[in-house]
Nanobody, 119 residues
C-alpha cells in the first residue's frame, strides 16, 4: 500500500520558517519525481516546487529564493524548507509522487498539512 505522509505544518509568524516533510512508503521512492502543491483557503491548488529523481529542482516564482526542496532517498523523504514566510503562504500543503513508465502513470498524493502564517 502506497502512503505519502506530510508533516511539519503549523502556525508561524510572518518572516518565520518551517520545514515540511513528506515521507513515502510502498514505492521505489528514488525513481519518483516529488512535487509540493498548496491550496490557499478558497483558492485552487497550485504547484510550489518539484525535485526529480536525479535531484534537479524548480520553483514557482512566488516562492523562488525563499523555499528549498530536497530529498533523502535513504529515508524515503522529501523536505520543503520554507523561509521568510508571508501571510499569502497560508495554505494546505500537499506532496505528490509521480513516475511515468509508459503506458502506466503512477501518481500518489498525501493528505496535506496546514501552514498558517499570521501574527
Amino acid at each position: 500500500q502506497v502512503q505519502l505522509v506530510e508533516s511539519g505544518g503549523g502556525l508561524v509568524q510572518p518572516g518565520g520558517s518551517l520545514r515540511l516533510s513528506c515521507a513515502a512508503s510502498g514505492i521505489t521512492f528514488s525513481t519518483y519525481v516529488i512535487r509540493w502543491y498548496r491550496q490557499p483557503p478558497g483558492k485552487e491548488r497550485e504547484w510550489v516546487a518539484f525535485i526529480t529523481d536525479s535531484g534537479n529542482t524548480n520553483y514557482a516564482d512566488s516562492v523562488k529564493g525563499r523555499f528549498t526542496i530536497s530529498r533523502d532517498n535513504t529515508k524515503n523523504t522529501v523536505y520543503l524548507q520554507m523561509n521568510s514566510l508571508k501571510p499569502e503562504d497560508t495554505a494546505v500543503y500537499f506532496c505528490n509522487a509521480r513516475s511515468i513508465m509508459l503506458p502506466k502513470v503512477y501518481d500518489y498524493w498525501g493528505q496535506g498539512t496546514q501552514v498558517t502564517v499570521s501574527s
